[in-house]
């Protein structure tokens, strides 16, 4: 079983919709969780973090379940410029290096 | 402006020959990393460099070498014994300890590299 799991779409959605990306991960200690964001063939970009509350950064939403160990991120009406691959990365291990999901590709049509 | 650059931007080499990408960051970051990013996979960890003259390796370093000399230099060379090298190579820095805590590596644009 990998890490960090994603499914990697692609999510098919028009403008204005809401879609959500959940991810899994296999620790149960893993300490910290985060989006990034890569366009086609670029760098990676952090999105946001994922605190335990939840929290909200403008049209995105990113939640913790620690019970059954995902991470989701909501994206409300969705836009042409959403369109992108969305990177799900945890510390696994306290103190040690990110790990990467394969990414979920998002493609928002109009 | 700060940031993090890798040349060249593409690649090509042909089997049996070491090749090395380079890695400058002027953003006085302590730590370095390495990353392999093939299509459809996430991003895994060659080497990182937390400090100058110092350096680990990471899930698949195999085929693969770094030096940290410089704190704004962080070259990695890919060599023959590299069994499966074609793929995008991205290097990544952060203020130090402190990146799997704040999640945020600022990544260079990435150099790809085809074996023929």
């Known amino acids: 079983r990998k890490e960090v799991e994603q499914d990697p779409g692609p999510f098919n959605v028009p403008e204005g919709a809401t879609v959500a990306f959940n991810c899994t991960y296999s620790?149960?200690?893993?300490?910290?969780f985060f989006w990034y964001r890569q366009d086609c063939r670029k760098e990676p970009k952090l999105l946001m973090s994922?605190?335990?509350s939840g929290n909200e950064d403008g049209r995105f939403t990113a939640q913790l379940n620690r019970a059954s160990q995902y991470i989701s991120l909501l994206i409300r009406d969705s836009k042409l410029s959403d369109s992108a691959t969305y990177l799900c990365?945890?510390?696994?291990?306290?103190?040690?290096?990110?790990?990467f999901g394969g990414g979920t590709r998002l493609m928002v049509k109009p | 402006d700060g940031g993090i650059t890798q040349s060249p931007k593409y690649l090509f080499r042909k089997e049996g020959q070491n090749v090395t990408l380079s890695c400058e960051q002027n953003?006085?970051?302590?730590?370095m990393y390495w990353y392999r990013q093939d299509p459809g996979q996430g991003l895994r960890l060659i080497y990182y460099?937390?400090?100058?003259?110092?350096?680990q390796k990471g899930d698949i370093a195999e085929g693969y070498s770094v030096s940290r000399e410089k704190k704004e230099s962080f070259p990695l060379t890919v060599t023959s014994a590299q069994k499966n090298p074609t793929a995008f190579y991205l290097c990544?820095?952060?203020?130090?300890?402190?990146?799997?805590?704040?999640?945020?590596?600022?990544f260079g644009e990435g150099s790809r590299l085809t074996v023929l």
């Open positions: 990544a820095s952060s203020r130090g300890a402190g990146a799997p805590k704040t999640g945020e590596l600022f």
């Open positions: 620790n149960s200690a893993s300490q910290s």
């Open positions: 994922v605190y335990s």
């Open positions: 990365v945890v510390n696994i291990y306290a103190g040690n290096m990110l790990t």
């Open positions: 953003l006085n970051h302590d730590a």
């Open positions: 460099s937390q400090i100058v003259n110092d350096f």
